[in-house]
């Protein structure tokens, strides 16, 4: 019991820090997007992020090969590894270049990490779709996000800024991407489907960079840091922190404590941007917080006599 308690202290940090990174990294597009484009900022983060995952699947693959004595995949599970990578790429490059292009456009990084956090809202209702029945809880809990939407995105006044459009429709794109992981992943190795979506995210991506950005070496020189951390920090670190905490970790626990990625983005905008929500924004961050926690709340059992 002791062991156990250790164990799931041990994963929730650990899924802590994972939140913390996905968080502040909302900081770290934004101060990149000072130097460098949408499209150019991603095509980088990317690449990058693959890259920085390529450790990863040489050390699970290591301990799969030493706990089964085979880390080889067939011919079949290469086949769906392949389709999965370039499916879930596509998605997370429309995902990560439209949030990058609301921020981009003055989308507040806080303001941001809860719009884009939606999508966890978003995932059951979009599942009625695949035929998945949905708890009647959620859909107080879409209302209340609603509500919380219209109070992050409309201004006193009914004024409204274009950019967030981008950022609402990053959080669909996103609701979309889980979905397909949801299909693929448990088939495949996850880290390296990851490596795989994030290449293929990098290599899209690059083409309206060539087309529509300028890209300068002094400017990539002075955004290098800001890419630096979303792609090694957000993608390699982040998801290797995630892998090891789930494995300690309660499901619904996890998903929660990984929720605070919102919290955090609003919290390292304050604290590193002095970037302040106002009383109706904050109303909103907290409004759609309660309405993410509560949706993830394990449903009651039924008592049978």
């Known amino acids: 019991m002791e ?3 250790k164990d799931n202290l041990y994963g929730s940090f650990l899924l ?6 996905w968080g502040s990294s909302f900081v770290a597009q934004t101060t990149g ?5 949408p499209f150019t900022f991603i095509t980088m983060r990317s690449l990058l992020g693959s890259a920085a995952l390529l450790p990863v699947i040489g050390v699970t693959g290591a301990l799969k090969k030493k706990k089964t004595g085979s880390n080889k995949m067939t011919a079949d599970e290469k086949k769906l590894l392949l389709k999965g ?8 490059c429309f995902a990560s270049n439209l949030q990058q292009l609301g921020i981009d456009g003055g989308t507040e990084p806080g ?9 966890i809202l978003l995932v059951p209702v979009f599942s009625l779709f695949l035929g998945k029945k949905i708890r009647p809880l959620i859909w107080p809990c879409v209302i209340v996000s609603v509500i919380a939407l219209y109070l992050l995105c409309v201004k006193e006044g009914g004024r409204t800024q274009f950019s967030d459009l981008y950022v609402l429709l990053c959080a669909l794109c996103y609701t ?3 979905l397909v992981i949801d299909k693929v992943s448990p088939k495949v190795d996850g880290v390296t489907l990851s490596m795989l979506q994030f290449l293929v995210a990098g290599i899209i991506s690059a083409v309206p960079m060539l087309l529509f950005e300028e890209v300068t070496v002094e400017n990539l020189i002075k955004a290098a840091p800001s890419i630096a951390y979303s792609g090694i ?6 998801y290797t922190l995630q892998i090891l905490g789930q494995q300690k970790t309660e499901p619904t626990i996890a998903t929660m404590i990984m929720s605070l990625e919102s919290v955090f983005g609003v919290l390292t905008a304050m604290v590193i941007l002095h970037q302040i929500p106002s009383v109706r924004e904050a109303i909103g961050c907290i409004l759609m917080f309660a309405a993410i926690i509560v949706a993830q709340l394990p449903e009651k059992k039924k008592i049978r006599i």
């Open 233 to 238: 920090m957000s993608s390699g670190v982040a």
């Open 176 to 178: 979309v991407h889980i």
């Open 111 to 119: 303001r941001a990490a809860f719009i884009t956090a939606l999508y």
């Open 3 to 5: 062991k156990q308690r």
């Open 85 to 92: 990578g370039v499916a879930c790429g596509v998605v997370l």
């Open 16 to 21: 802590m820090l994972c939140a913390v990174i």
């Open 33 to 37: 997007a000072e130097f460098v484009g």
